[in-house]
């Protein structure tokens, strides 16, 4: 305190003129409206400033559950999607059309595997979320793979880079359609098989699923032919397709649940036994 009190005592001269020159100074500004219109000016522009910074600061920060909230924005519409009939117009969704053929569910990848023979991915959804096996997970741009196997909070996805991966797709303009495999190669690429020569490929064409399973609906992107040529037997076409999927680069999933599976492959035996 005595030093604060020496502190006024050795520095009274200077501290009386800042105290007056600051009345001087909001004298001025109050009775001059040019002044005063300066000033609030001069005030916003600092202020302003600093509360931009800080909102720019505060959405870096909050990244993380805005994503999360549109992730779930996204499987909300992509449920709406799955489940309506009138597909060619994707603006306009008839609640009268509305089917409940798919559930749909948000995860996200925990552990990825793009560059060895049989990639798998994790996801942090399992048992307690409803996932169980052979559900199909796709991105917003495209399929990804086919739920392994599940744990009470997390499940095991098989990637379409994945040797041992089959997965019906067909060309999107004709309903020719074969089989996706993976050679093990490039995670950018991946090859459709049995497509039969009488189809109209052309490089640019793109690949969708073919909805000929219980795992996933007709539709879903997967990617564009980048190239084609016949097989050894020369009846069918091998097609390279580059991916729409940056399978090295994936975070937010959507996996997808087809609620007639069950009827379906009670169906299936049934066939099958007879």
């Known amino acids: 305190m005595q030093q604060i009190i020496n502190f006024i005592i050795r520095f009274k001269n200077f501290l009386l003129f800042l105290f007056l020159f600051c009345i001087a100074l909001t004298f001025t500004i109050l009775s001059h409206s040019y002044h005063t219109s300066k000033f609030i000016n001069s005030a916003n522009f600092f202020t302003g400033g ?23 924005e996204n499987r909300a519409l992509r449920d709406l999607l799955y489940n309506t009939e009138s597909l060619d117009d994707s603006t306009y969704i008839d609640t009268a059309s509305y089917k409940n053929d798919y559930r749909v569910y948000s ?12 990639n798998i991915l994790t996801l942090n959804k399992g048992k307690k979320d409803s996932i169980q096996q052979d559900l199909g997970v796709i991105s917003s741009k495209g399929i990804i793979g086919i739920i392994e196997k599940t744990s009470a909070n997390y499940s095991s996805v098989l990637s379409i880079l994945n040797t041992t991966s089959r997965i019906s797709a067909q060309l999107k303009k004709t309903n ?4 996706l495999v993976w050679e093990g190669v490039s995670p950018e690429y991946i090859k459709l098989i049995d497509i039969p020569k009488i189809a109209p490929v052309q490089p640019g064409d793109t690949i969708i699923t073919s909805g000929r399973s219980s795992i996933f609906p007709k539709g879903i992107q997967i990617g564009i032919v980048n190239d084609f040529k016949l097989d050894q037997t ?24 087809n609620l007639h599976t069950e009827e379906i492959k009670s169906l299936q035996r049934e066939s099958a036994d007879e």
């Open 50 to 72: 600093f509360y931009k910074s800080f909102h720019h600061i505060s959405r870096y920060m909050n990244l993380n559950s805005q994503n999360d909230l549109l992730a779930e």
């Open 176 to 179: 020719h359609f074969g089989t």
């Open 107 to 118: 995860a996200q990848v925990i552990k990825n595997s793009y560059s060895i023979t049989n």
């Open 234 to 257: 020369e009846n069918y076409y091998e097609v390279q397709v580059k991916l729409f999927n940056d399978m090295t680069d994936l975070e937010h999933v959507y996996i997808i649940e």
